[in-house]
């Protein structure tokens, strides 16, 4: 089997460079997509939360133990920990213009699967090879042809090296027939990056993090997944985030937490309170310009 490459692309690049690149891939990294005082102020206010956070699964079955790493942290409600993420990440322009162009045409409306900080490490060995979207099995059972069910922006915070645990990827397993094959290690390769960049997965792509084998670096990323909205989200965001932080964000941002109304595509809409949107119940005022180009299917230009 020819093993393809990690393509690369630039955070300045046309999208529709980007989604022809991811389809043809599976996962590309992107260079830049967050600036060096993003990173470094995004770092700051993760600093304490993640200090606070013990390394290794909070769940008592060995199978997710092992998947969640038994050196690695993991946090979760980015949005409230993090102003730089609710503000700048939520709303990076070429971030919605990949998702409406993966989303919009086969699903309708997206909304953020999860925002989780994950960093491996010393010691911490090779994540289980997995898709993405194995969580949600019937698109596994339908396989190359299915849908997109998500995707995962996943940013370097901290440099990616093949010794610290950069990411392993197995690019073009997307296109694979049987996703009951989550091929071999020896298949995949490192995701190396420098923190701002971006390695973007398609659910259907086998990857897993890779082993911390250095003494004292720990690799730290965040994994910003989104998913057509008509699929149950990890983080249940509209138990977890304040009300009061909500009506600060634009209505896409909104959305996309779960603030409001979902519209998949063919259905009068979901996520609503008496067939009425439900940003009206919770008094969020604003019109969210992204509905309006899901309607008139034309395609985003930054």
């Known amino acids: 089997m020819t093993q393809i490459p990690v393509p690369r692309v ?60 038994s050196n690695t942290k993991r946090l979760t409600n980015v949005t409230t920990h993090s102003k730089i993420f609710r503000h700048q990440v939520l709303e990076n322009d070429l971030v919605h213009a990949v998702a409406e162009r993966v989303f919009h045409h086969d699903s309708g409306t997206y909304w953020m699967g999860a925002a989780q900080v994950i960093q491996i490490g010393p010691g911490n060995k090779a994540q289980v090879l997995h898709r993405d979207q194995g969580q949600y099995p019937v698109f596994n059972l339908l396989g190359s042809k299915a849908p997109e069910a998500t995707i995962n922006f996943l940013i370097a915070l901290t440099d990616f090296t093949e010794e610290n645990g950069a990411t392993r990827v197995i690019p073009g397993s997307h296109l694979w027939e049987d996703y009951s094959d989550m091929g071999s290690h020896d298949q995949t390769l490192p995701a190396t990056m420098k923190a701002g960049d971006a390695i973007l997965m398609s659910g259907k792509t086998v990857h897993g993090g890779g082993a911390n084998q250095t003494a004292n670096e720990h690799r730290r990323g965040l994994a910003f997944t989104l998913q057509c909205s008509y699929l149950t989200p990890e983080e249940a965001n509209p138990f977890i985030i304040g009300l009061d932080t909500i009506k600060e964000l634009s209505p896409r941002a909104q959305r996309i937490l779960g603030f409001r109304s979902q519209f998949p595509k063919s259905s009068p809409g979901l996520w609503q309170s008496d067939y009425c949107e439900i940003a009206d119940v919770l008094g969020l005022s604003g019109d969210d310009p992204t509905l309006d180009r899901l309607r008139q299917g034309i395609n985003v230009t930054i």
């Open 10 to 69: 630039s955070a300045t690049d046309d999208p529709d460079k980007i989604i022809h690149t991811l389809h043809q891939a599976g996962a590309l990294i992107i260079e830049g997509l967050l600036s060096r005082d993003q990173v470094q102020e995004l770092n700051n206010e993760l600093d304490r939360p993640l200090e606070a956070t013990s390394s290794g699964s909070k769940h008592n079955v060995d199978q997710i133990q092992d998947f969640h790493g």
